[in-house]
């Protein structure tokens, strides 16, 4: 799991369990799935795969990031992006829900942090968000995948619908174009 991302639109990636499936043409070539191909012999893929939470020590590293939250901002101006379950979807609905709620009570306890919360079951997002979510917390980015028109036209709308402070779209793998103008 990397501290230090090399996706260069955030500084960290946290995952909170690996595991997920298919639900898109975007998951065709998931880099996700081909590692845990290869180092469990994809155990914690499909539809009946046992998800896998992880370690303790990994998720003490936000805590670490956010008491750091100074020298970064003045270092590099901004404040530090956590991209969370990138081995994961953190709206899955085979995640036991008491896990997300640890991984809420850890990014209400790092507010220092802005979280990227990248879904490819935006129409879960709402049912599964903390109970003081309100409009949003302002250090929490939502946002959901489109690399196809129909992916798009699908997404956005939950994505739209549900409250947040920063909401953002994804368009990894682009898998053809892709026409994000929302017209009411």
């Known amino acids: 799991m990397a501290e230090q991302s090399k996706i260069e639109w955030t500084d960290h990636t946290f995952n909170p369990w690996e595991g997920c499936q298919k639900v898109a043409p975007e998951c065709d070539n998931c880099y996700a799935e081909n590692r845990d191909q290869r180092f469990t012999g994809g155990k914690h893929w ?3 795969a046992p998800r896998r939470r992880t370690s303790p020590s990994n998720w003490n590293k936000p805590l670490k990031w956010n008491r750091d939250h100074a020298a970064f901002f003045a ?57 003081d979510w309100g409009n949003g917390w302002p250090h929490v980015w939502l946002g959901t995948s489109a690399g196809t028109q129909k992916t798009a036209d699908q997404n956005i709308p939950h994505l ?3 409250p947040a402070a920063i909401r953002f779209v994804s368009a990894e793998p682009l898998l053809g174009p892709v026409n994000m103008l929302v017209t009411d």
Do not use: E, Y
């Open 46 to 48: 499909g539809p009946k």
């Open 75 to 131: 270092a590099h101006g901004r404040r530090q992006r956590v991209f969370c379950a990138s081995l994961a979807d953190w709206a899955d609905n085979a995640v036991p829900q008491d896990w997300r709620v640890d991984l809420f009570d850890l990014i209400r306890a790092t507010p220092n942090l802005d979280w990227l919360l990248l879904t490819k079951r935006p129409q879960n997002m709402t049912k599964m968000l903390p109970a």
């Open 160 to 162: 739209l619908a549900t």
